[in-house]
Nanobody
Framework: QVQLVESGGGLVQAGGSLRLSCAASGRTFSSFHMGWFRQAPGKEREFVAAIRRSGLSTYYADSVEGRFTISRDNGKNTVYLQMNNLKPEDTAVYYC?????????????????WGQGTQVTVSS
């Protein structure tokens, strides 16, 4: 198994940027596909971005494509989410997720491991 810890959340004005980090335990990080999800109050958890084990393939929700970038550093056991041009509707708790095998990268059910979440608040 793998344990995930998110960090980097905070309060930022619209148009600003934040970089989230997700640190994973263990020496098998490179064997996991990674994803970012978010959940706003009263909303369902939704897909944000995903990256395959190799880092060669990335996927984004339409709402963040062109603004967010997912990346990973397997040497540091860390996945990142660079968020630029943030909007108030990006406000949510952001969760890091991992799984060894992925059928649907955008489905919460595809991931077995989850972090505790980090709050991102974007003011207008």
């Amino acid at each position: 198994q793998v344990q995930l810890v998110e960090s980097g959340g905070g309060l930022v004005q619209a148009g600003g940027s934040l970089r989230l980090s997700c640190a994973a335990s263990g020496r098998t990080f490179s064997s996991f596909h990674m994803g970012w999800f978010r959940q706003a109050p009263g909303k369902e958890r939704e897909f944000v971005a995903a990256i395959r084990r190799s880092g060669l393939s990335t996927y984004y929700a339409d709402s963040v494509e062109g603004r967010f970038t997912i990346s990973r550093d397997n040497g540091k056991n860390t996945v990142y989410l660079q968020m630029n041009n943030l909007k108030p509707e990006d406000t949510a708790v952001y969760y890091c997720a991992a799984d060894r095998t992925i059928g649907s990268y955008s489905s919460t059910s595809s991931y077995d491991y989850w972090g505790q979440g980090t709050q991102v608040t974007v003011s207008s």
